[in-house]
């Protein structure tokens, strides 16, 4: 079984100030992690994904996650917030084995205050 | 680059009606899936097909849900008869199978039964 926990379903940061959104992960075997963004009246849109490759993963629009095993953590993070960052932000979990089922968390609301 | 397409984009009927929601994936992809996502339970998964077979539908509701995958190319998902609590936004997405690939999302189906 797989399962993602996002710690914070809001979170608010001022313009120019670091983001943390947080994301722990729960599978009995090496998993891969997503980041996805979510924009008002739109769908979700991959910003990085961890495979095993490197353990810091960069993705778009400045973001980067790393993955952590000892603290089964996959964490998304951006020095300086935009205001243009303000959306929900969704950690996805997803395991080998045949099949394709992707774990979504709750989602936490990046509001940013100019 | 053609995304995931999703008709119609809004939808408002009454109670009782037959709704039908369309989706066309990327060309290439050969994974398909149907979510429904509202504010209390988040994004859920109601039915993931591979190759137009369906693999997983124990996310589909009830028996008044109901998708096909005729094509690699169109799947609908039926609600028949609809209900109030039905009322969400319906999202199809699209990846290329394989538990590392990230799926495509369409901007999705804000759905309404009155």
């Known amino acids: 079984a797989q399962s993602v926990t996002q710690l914070g379903s809001h979170v608010s940061v001022s313009e120019g100030a670091l983001v943390l959104l947080r994301c722990n992960y729960s599978?009995?075997?090496?998993?891969?992690l997503f980041w996805y963004v979510q924009y008002p009246n739109q769908g979700l849109q991959l910003l990085l994904k961890?495979?095993?490759?490197?353990?810091l993963v960069k993705g778009i629009n400045g973001f980067e996650a790393e993955f952590k095993k000892s603290e089964t953590s996959f964490h998304l993070t951006k020095p300086s917030a935009h205001m243009s960052d303000a959306a929900e932000y969704f950690c996805?979990?997803?395991?080998?084995?045949?099949?394709?089922?992707?774990?979504f968390g709750i989602g936490t609301k990046l509001q940013v205050i100019p | 680059d053609a995304g995931v397409i999703q008709s119609p984009r809004h939808e408002v009927t009454e109670m009782g009606q037959e709704v039908t929601l369309r989706c066309k994936p990327i060309?290439?992809?050969?994974?398909l899936f149907w979510y429904r996502q509202t504010m209390m339970r988040g994004l859920e998964l109601l039915i993931y097909?591979?190759?137009?077979?369906?693999?997983?539908d124990s996310g589909m509701p009830e028996d008044r849900f109901s998708a096909k995958m005729p094509n690699a190319s169109f799947s609908t998902l039926k609600i028949q008869p609809s209900e109030p609590r039905d009322s969400a936004v319906y999202f199809c997405?699209?990846?290329?199978?394989?538990?590392?690939?990230?799926?495509?999302f369409g901007d999705g189906t804000r759905l309404s039964i009155l």
């Open positions: 097909f591979n190759n137009n077979v369906p693999i997983d």
């Open positions: 060309s290439g992809h050969n994974s």
């Open positions: 996805a979990v997803s395991t080998s084995g045949g099949y394709q089922k992707v774990t």
């Open positions: 961890y495979t095993s490759a490197a353990t």
């Open positions: 599978s009995s075997v090496p998993p891969y």
């Open positions: 997405a699209s990846s290329e199978g394989g538990d590392n690939q990230p799926q495509h």
